[in-house]
């Protein structure tokens, strides 16, 4: 029921574009995710993030583990029959929440106790209930249960770490029962490229419907990130897609396109359109901006989204002082449509054999015109 | 451009139903009018307000004059053009904001100097400029300026206030310089019936386009209200709009038609969404309630909504309980659907003849659902 076809291969560089099948519908790589932690992306609906254009949403794991809880999504059948999300819907695994996010008590080769970080109620992830959680969310893509270790991390602590992420794994593997779901593998290793082949030869060994790129963007350069996603990439099967976790910026996705990524998800669009920043064709500016009080502009000249056919930069940055919620939903809607825009773009750009002189044509703009407009 | 047809009398009730005509579209009676205080309905857009059904909105003077400005609202030609909202804009004079909101400093025959509530800066406002300010806002139908005084307050002040409110209103028709836009008076007066019928008169003796009632819903018991609404109603002209102003209740606007009231507004439907109580035609109930996590009923089972369409009880109740914005927004659009639906059939059943029966088993139902449901 799953499948990924790899329709056109850049030339130029490592870009590919291509076609995911899932029991609720095809998804066109590249592509972004927007996230929708707790079974909504904050601030969208269903309706408009298909406006936006959106074709599959990633839930959080941990978050739905907490809120509403297993019980409530079993009574539901899955979260698209409750959030009434009907395209593809990808989980993460719940790993990087429970390292991030809660208080860890214990990381042992069975599995991660750890604390709520809403009450602070003890509790347990392990490989085999994080199948088991994303089996009752119903999701279409599962992630397995990996270690996220903190950067900067020994070279020992990450070869270990590796090892273990890759048994968890195959002891996610082993515990799925649904064959409507399709489970990835995450390459974890750190910053050591030797690390980084380790865990993808262990995982591709093992077998998986697709390889998550685990563990960047967590505080190194980016051009670091840029060098580790690059050879990463190399060392997954081309017949598979690639998924880098938690990245990023346009640059970054732009970027991590050109070295053979399919796969992005980020709170970025969303969290920066709750703070009022705002990303465009020529860069991202400040909705709050005090000059903009009377600017008849809409945010991007290039864009057709309904904040963008509807409403001057004048009059976002009146609701976005005024405290009006209305703001925080239009800002969404924009920036999830200029990401979303990004992505189909580079798609047609990789089709069309164009898609270098698009990445630097667009990256030149993003980095001449950010803070200018 | 401005005009009130008269169409249907119920013989029961003193029930009526009409069409305004706007130079931005017609507005059946009886309606009501959502809240858009600082140029946006809390939550929702111009689009989430025409799929409710709304036909005018109101925006508040003394919100809009303290931002962004009538500098702005110049700038951009009127408020429907800043929030591109393409119907109907009734504005009020700015009066019940500087009594209730902001602190007073001195009333004199002139006008009222207060602080602002946002950053204490010194304002004043008297009828010319709550004229002048509601012309660059464009609204189709204005309000003359009125002193709205505490409840409860004597017999003399109330006097004295009457005919101050009405040499306040006689000063802003003098001021007003479009032609473009209805002038509605306020009448006031108190729980006093003679100082009522008194401000009637002498508003009716200068001549508006259509009269507001005041200073109601603002402490009195509910009987006394409409006991004060019903006279009132009789004191105004039947072939001008009345408006009771800052009610109501789904009960309360029911019984106000039926005393002859043709508009309404209030900021309870969406207030109430955003604090979690949603209404619906048996009732109304708090979603944050623990028995609804597993409710796979709509909102309303007499509701099309776009939230009663795609949304159980419990998909509503976790995202109140996780605070995520979406909540607030999916909300408010039953409620205001809601409240449109209550005034849209109150006038089918005014066209047929059968609005007492309608408005009887309407507020048994409510009665007997509120907190059942």
Not at 37 to 43: I, P
Not at 59 to 80: C, D, I, M, Q, W
Not at 287 to 309: G, H, Q
Request: net charge negative.
């Amino acid at each position: 029921m799953f499948s990924f076809e790899l329709e056109y291969n850049d030339n130029n560089t490592k870009a590919r574009a291509g076609r995911i099948k899932t029991p609720h519908g095809e998804i066109e790589t590249p592509i972004f995710m927007p996230v929708g932690t707790a079974g909504a992306v904050k601030a969208l609906s269903p309706e408009d993030l298909n406006n936006a254009g959106a074709q599959i949403i990633l839930g959080n794991t941990y978050h739905l583990y907490l809120r509403p809880g297993t019980e409530v999504l079993k009574h539901f059948g899955s979260l698209a029959a409750f959030n009434s999300w009907n395209k593809p819907i990808l989980t993460d695994s719940g790993g990087f929440q429970v390292f991030s996010l809660a208080e860890l008590n214990n990381i042992t080769e069975d599995g991660v106790s750890f604390k709520s970080h809403l009450d602070g109620s003890s509790l347990y992830l392990n490989p085999e209930k994080s199948i088991e959680i994303q089996e009752a969310i119903g999701s279409d893509i599962i992630m397995s249960f990996d270690e996220c270790i903190p950067y900067p991390s020994d070279y020992d602590y990450v070869l270990n770490s590796v090892d273990r992420t890759t048994r968890w794994a195959e002891r996610g593997k082993k515990a799925k029962k649904r064959d409507d779901q399709a489970l990835f593998g995450i390459v974890q290793g750190g910053v050591y490229e030797d690390l980084r082949k380790r865990s993808a030869k262990q995982l591709t060994d093992i077998g998986f419907d697709g390889y998550s790129i685990g563990g960047l963007s967590v505080g190194e350069e980016i051009s670091t990130m840029y060098e580790v996603c690059g050879y990463t990439a190399e060392f997954l099967p081309k017949d598979k897609p690639r998924y880098l976790m938690g990245v990023g910026t346009p640059e970054d996705i732009l970027t991590c396109i050109g070295l053979g990524v399919d796969m992005f998800d980020c709170v970025m669009p969303t969290r920066n359109a709750r703070n009022g920043t705002l990303f465009t064709s020529n860069g991202k500016f400040s909705i709050k901006r005090a000059d903009l009080a009377f600017s008849d502009d809409k945010v991007d000249e290039n864009c057709n989204c309904y904040t963008c056919r509807n409403f001057s930069r004048g009059y976002l940055r009146h609701l976005y002082k005024a405290g009006e919620i209305l703001a925080l939903r239009l800002n969404s809607i924009h920036n999830i449509s200029y990401y979303l825009s990004l992505v189909k773009n580079s798609r047609y750009a990789i089709k069309e054999g164009r898609f270098k002189v698009f990445q630097e044509e667009t990256l030149y703009r993003l980095k001449e015109g950010n803070n200018k407009i």
